[in-house]
């Protein structure tokens, strides 16, 4: 306790003892060998002693200085001086390319057998001098996304990427001068430090060009070039188009989806055929589909069903059929015509295009580039490699080989009661019969082509009501 020292005549008047704090001594407190007195420190007030103590003042001030003078020396270094010139920011590219050539839009890191779209783009970017090479390496460093993952030989008018990368000057003319002139960089827009284009994406518009005479029917119009679409059957197409509007179950239209899962339910906004074209002699017709997503192949399919019911070969029921949880066989239309040609983002320009940071993710000024994009790479591509090649003709002749009706069949046959077997008590069902559906599978109790889904090596996927099981040797 400290004491003040009175003056003549008066008593010594004790002050106000303060009690020390509970988590630790307090460090102002004299020990009771020091001898000598102090003023008492005012309330509120935070001892010098303490402050130097805890700041890592003990061994001298030389500490401090040498920290502060080492963090002047590294904002001054030649790399923070470049980072200052180069700074890194979110972007989202738009893209052209042509699919042909390429396996898919999505990079195959370590593979160097399958060419793809991210592999080149990539490699510009480095190039470029755009993103560090490390980054090139391991594409996460530059929080790389695409907005769709296009297949095999699929080409875009309008795929959006988001990554961070250094804005130099001319990085447009600068990127596209590493790239193959069947891909190019159309546009650049600055985004928000989390933005992701696959999932703030709202909804993806595509577009199928083909051959008018993969609409001619079977049995009474022409199949070659010669074929004209007419009036009528466009007005149906367009009917049987339509009837995919809405929420569906599209476990039929991919591949590795069950009929419960919840992902295979896709919202389709609109689908519709435009007037035909004539390019070189043949016609054709561009179908346009807008969803908010889509699952692998499931376009391609939605268009080869469609062929199928209008060349005669399948009955429009199986469009409603293969939304139910049967399987149905659905035909897969060539990969050849098939554009990604626009994303949107509604929600984000919503939130973010009007608030004076950012600019919304409208692509207007963009579209001449996109058209001209398409008329010189795109379109020009599809129609010499279906004379050269010819593949919706090559894929229209195996439509005769599914079988359309052996899914209303097998529905049919699930619901019916199995009769005894010939063990005791009529509990023990016949022996399996085996089928020609697949390679090795046998199936009971249906007496038909298995409606189930296998593999080679083992069952996949068994429809409710089917004993499947990979048959014996030599079956």
């Known amino acids: 306790m400290t004491v003040r020292l009175p003056g003549p005549g008066l008593q010594p008047t004790p002050s106000r003892a303060w009690p020390p704090r509970s988590c630790r001594p307090c460090p102002c407190s004299l020990s009771p060998m020091a001898g000598n007195v102090e003023a008492a420190a ?204 809405g929420t569906h179950n599209f476990h039929n239209f991919t591949s590795q989806k069950g009929p419960r899962e919840a992902s295979a339910r896709r919202y389709v906004l609109d689908m519709f055929c435009e007037e035909p074209f004539v390019r070189e002699g043949m016609e054709f017709a561009v179908i346009k589909v807008k969803g908010q997503s889509f699952m692998t192949h499931q376009i391609r399919k939605m268009v080869g069903l469609v062929v199928a019911v209008v060349k005669g070969y399948a009955p429009e029921s199986l469009l409603e059929r293969s939304w139910g949880e049967a399987k149905v066989d659905v035909p897969k239309a060539p990969g050849l015509g098939l554009v990604l040609e626009r994303v949107h983002f509604d929600k984000y320009n919503q939130r973010f295009g009007s608030d004076g940071l950012h600019e919304p993710l409208d692509w207007t000024r963009e579209e001449a580039g996109a058209a001209a994009f398409k008329e010189q790479h795109i379109y020009p591509t599809i129609v010499s490699t279906e004379r050269q090649e010819g593949s919706m003709a090559r894929w229209l002749s195996t439509l005769p080989v599914h079988d359309f009706d052996a899914t209303a069949h097998a529905a049919a046959g699930l619901g019916a009661k199995v009769g005894p077997g010939p063990g005791a008590g009529g509990g023990a069902p016949g022996p399996p019969r085996v089928f020609p559906f697949g390679s090795s599978t046998s199936c009971w109790p249906a007496l038909r082509p298995c409606p189930c889904v296998h593999r080679a090596d083992k069952q996949v996927r068994p429809t409710q009501g089917h004993g499947c099981r990979p048959a014996g040797p030599g079956r």
């Not at 080492?70 to 470049?82: E, I, V």
């Not at 009474?220 to 197409?237: G, I, M, P, W």
């Open 42 to 245: 005012p309330v509120g007030a935070r001892p010098e002693r303490d402050t130097k103590a805890r700041s890592g003042w003990r061994g001298g001030a030389r500490i401090w200085e040498e920290t502060e003078q080492r963090a002047k020396k590294l904002k001054s270094g030649p790399d923070a001086d470049q980072y200052r010139k180069l700074p890194k920011r979110k972007v989202v590219l738009l893209m052209g390319y042509s699919g042909k050539g390429y396996h898919g839009m999505q990079r195959n890191v370590g593979s160097s057998q399958f060419k793809t779209i991210e592999d080149d783009l990539v490699a510009a970017l480095v190039q470029s001098g755009c993103i560090p090479e490390n980054h090139g390496e391991d594409m996460r460093k530059m929080s790389f996304q695409r907005c769709a993952r296009t297949d095999k030989g699929v080409s875009a008018a309008g795929q959006v990427v988001s990554l961070k990368v250094w804005l130099i000057d001319d990085i447009l003319e600068k990127i596209n001068s590493h790239l193959p002139p069947h891909i190019r960089i159309l546009g650049l827009k600055r985004v928000t430090g989390g933005f992701n284009s696959k999932n703030k994406c709202d909804a993806r518009t595509y577009l199928y060009m083909l051959p008018t005479f993969a609409f001619a029917h079977k049995d009474r119009d022409a199949q070659d070039e010669s074929y004209r679409l007419s009036a009528d059957t466009l007005r149906r197409v367009n009917a049987l188009l339509a009837r995919y509007k």
